[in-house]
């Protein structure tokens, strides 16, 4: 059930009073009935995927739990993490991995292949298995304390506002808040919760569902179109998936605010960074954190030779190409920004500095490598999105962009000038022009019933589908 239905819309207030009608001392009732809450939700995909949530918490429960009582801590390691991650490579990248093989063989003039799979896809498998897994560990790093409460633990796995969505949180940050919940019922953070709830709602359903109706008709049919048509049906892909992921986002954080909860912040104004490394320290935070303590630390890090360092940042992006989908695209896509990011290193772009107008330079820059990587992200194969290129750099064709969209246009450039002052406002003038903090409240009170009417009056209401739940 996603958080911009309208079936979410009508149960979420229902399960706010339930939720506070439980006494605080009662904390444990409380969390029981998040967990139960947690799973009804997510058995509306399929019920029996709930099996797999199951599995890859009592899997990671148990492993930590027996961390600390054996003797071969590391094989307690080792075994926990490859049933946890049994799942995850059993629906998600058997077929990939049975497509790979049967290639290499046929090389060799073979043939063999095993069964393939077209169940789908468990939804949220890779946000709480990497969620799951970054707990056990930092339990094996002795970064956290052992969780012995299953409910707890349960529930910070299963935990229904990023369940599918992410954030991919630390255990650090939300058990410590699931033991000791708040006594009262915090009206401050609820109402910060509803205005990014409702932000995020205004980036998702009038953003990104509007881009959406331009961008998938563009890439649907590339070959109809002029390679100006294609750039700009990518750049605006760019601002789809940032407003669609980020706004999504931002909804599950504004969710669990509203019950008194925070979580780790997703998104930061990734666009006004001025390199390819800003732009991931800002980009899907979360994830890019988890792959830098897991992933590239664990592999050396900086703390090595240059080529080594390299080595280490293409692993890393690699990886989260195949984090993101078991297809060639997802590798490509990953191991193009592993590239950008070592050649920003090679030339010392990070270490550039200048005035405003350097800055915007930069900014151009990394925002157009980030596109230029996203074409791949976007194709369904290598050969699609080698097509998009030859198309936009086939200077035959006539430079001209299509804009029969009347009057999805309007609309369109309406909710991307304001998500970009938005951020324009946020990035460089976080003190000023309050509008929904720190403002008058007939200021606050307008700000969010034109967001209100924005939202009803040109929002794509009959869409619930996220760009991220495939990953």
Known sequence: MTFNSFSFIIIF???????????????????????????????????????????????????????GQSRRPRLVLTLGVLLSLLPLLFFKYLNFLNEALSSLLSLAHLQFSLPGLNWAIPVGISFFTLQALGYLWDVYYKRQEVERDFLTYALFVSFFPSI???????????????????????????????????????????VADRIAIYVDMVFSHYVNFTGMTCLVAIILFAIQIY???????????????????????????????T?????????????????????????????????????????????????????????????MLGVFMCTEKAIGWQRCTGGPWVKLCRIVLTFGAFCAALIFFRM??????????????????????????????PFTVMGITLLFLKDLRDEFFPQRFPLMLNAHAAVRWGTCLSLVVLILLTGVLDSDQFIYNQF
């Open 380 to 409: 369904p194969t290598v050969m699609d999105g080698v097509g998009v290129y030859a198309r936009i750099f086939d200077f035959s064709l006539p430079m001209s962009v299509y804009f029969d969209w009347v009057p999805n246009f």
């Open 243 to 273: 407003a669609d992921f980020a706004g999504y986002s931002l909804m599950a954080l504004g969710v669990a605010r509203v019950l008194g909860i925070d979580l780790t912040e997703n998104f930061r104004r990734p666009f006004f960074a």
């Open 13 to 67: 207030p229902l399960l706010f009073l339930l939720y506070y009608a439980i006494p605080a001392r009662f904390g444990k009732g409380r969390n029981l009935f998040l967990l139960v809450v947690s799973y009804l939700l997510y058995m509306q995909w399929k019920p029996a995927y709930a099996l797999v949530l199951m599995g890859v918490t009592v899997v990671t429960y148990l492993a930590a739990l027996l961390l």
């Open 275 to 335: 390199s390819v490394a800003d732009l991931w320290r800002r980009w899907h935070i979360s994830l890019f954190n988890w792959l830098k303590d897991y992933v590239y630390i664990p592999l050396g890090g900086s703390r090595c030779s240059t080529i080594r360092n390299y080595f280490n940042i293409l692993v890393t992006f690699v990886v989260s190409g195949l984090w993101h989908g078991a297809n060639w695209t997802y590798v490509i896509w990953g191991a």
């Open 164 to 206: 599918t969505s992410g954030p991919i949180n630390k255990a650090s940050l939300v058990i410590p808040q699931l033991k000791r919940l708040r006594p009262y019922f915090d009206y401050p953070k609820a109402v910060e919760g509803m205005r990014m709830l409702l932000w995020g709602l205004f980036m998702k359903v009038v």
